[in-house]
């Protein structure tokens, strides 16, 4: 078996050496052809930082669209030619750092190429030289289908998550707050469900067998982690805003915000599985991992009672807004004894005039008008992860 690896090394080296010198003769792109053979070549080891740093400058937005799109497709070509794991891995690694260090430019070109061909399907890939490789060719499998995800949740969201929230802390936002707690019920109940499908092809990226201790798969492993942080800060902010807004939503849209927050539970959850499998890396010594906790589920059961309940259509009904105050505060216990005794004047009031009276009932909503504040306290003690407690590490 030993002289297989080896010869097998020797043979790898030898095709590398080849691709570089026919790229010196017959390229165009001869400086970014060679340094993506040297950055994905068949070295078990990370791409080195020279290398990837040539294909940042070739992907700048100072360069044409012309030339981007050239170093996608020569990825790609890569990519799909080859039966290595490690070169496929070190490729995709190539691609996960471009999408986050390089220029915006290329993941705009990367989603016009997705459209023609996704690159990043390689389902049917497989090296079998070794049981190491066997194991291996899942992961890669299964990283690939992060990133895969990944350009389809900028596709949706038309920001990335990474710079996102960079960008956001000169504006004058409260720290640790993501662009979707800000965000309105139409685009909130579209985009959370696209960052957790992200959130839960990361979670798939658990390694099994004896990827677990091989250190590239450690390598590509922990940028995956960096970016599980992010992930969830968005999802949890976007969790505070739907709930926010969740008793004033419609039926429709009310049942597919409670869709999302039962998938938030068991992804914290699972998210918190991931963690506790990482911890026994290597690679967590670079990382302070988060404590997760879970909402309350009688706040779920307060949410499923609200949806058999609204209406049909149209969102901000008073009947709504009396619904929220009722029930949040039955969850804050005691002091709801002295409403009941003034809905009991309402009916004997309604024997002597009832049109007139019925509408009588809003002029107590300045009540409701206070119960933002609650449900805000009740999100910041039950839902808040303590993100801000642990370093990014970015």
Known sequence: MGTLQTW???YGAIKDSTKVGLAKVNSEFKDLDIAIVKATNHVECPP???????????????????????CIYALARRLSKTRNWTVALKTLIVIH???????????????????????????????DSSPLAWDCSAWVRTYALFLEERLECFRV????????????????????????????????????????????RLISCQPEGAACGNYLIQYALALVLKESFKIYCAINDGIINLVDMFFEMSKYDAIKALDIYKRAG???????????????????????????????PSFLATMEEYVREAPRVGSGSSKALEYQE?????????????????????????????????????????????????TGDLLVVFLSPFISSFALGL
């Open 8 to 10: 097998r090394k020797a």
């Open 48 to 70: 080195k930082e020279r290398h990837v740093r040539k294909i940042f400058a070739a992907t700048s937005a100072v360069r044409p669209r012309a030339d981007i799109a050239y």
């Open 97 to 127: 750092r471009t999408l986050r260090e390089g220029d915006p430019t290329f993941k705009e070109e990367m989603l016009t190429y997705s459209h023609r061909g996704n690159i990043l399907q390689i389902s049917n890939f497989k090296d």
């Open 157 to 200: 969201l038309k920001y990335d998550i990474e710079s996102e929230r960079l960008m956001r802390s000169p504006q004058g936002a409260p720290k640790g707050h993501s662009r979707t707690r800000t965000l309105g019920c139409v685009d909130l109940l579209e985009q959370l469900p696209a960052l957790q499908q992200l959130l839960f």
């Open 266 to 296: 068991q992804q914290a959850e699972n998210l918190s599985d991931f963690y506790e499998f990482c911890k026994c890396l290597d690679l967590a010594r670079n990382f302070q991992f988060p404590t997760l906790r879970q909402p309350p």
């Open 326 to 374: 009722t029930n949040l505060l039955t969850y804050n216990q005691e002091e709801e004894a002295p409403p009941p005794s003034e809905s009991e004047k309402a009916p004997v009031e309604e024997e002597k005039e009832p049109p007139a009276e019925v509408k009588e009932p809003p002029e107590t909503t300045p009540e409701p008008e206070a119960q933002p504040a609650t």
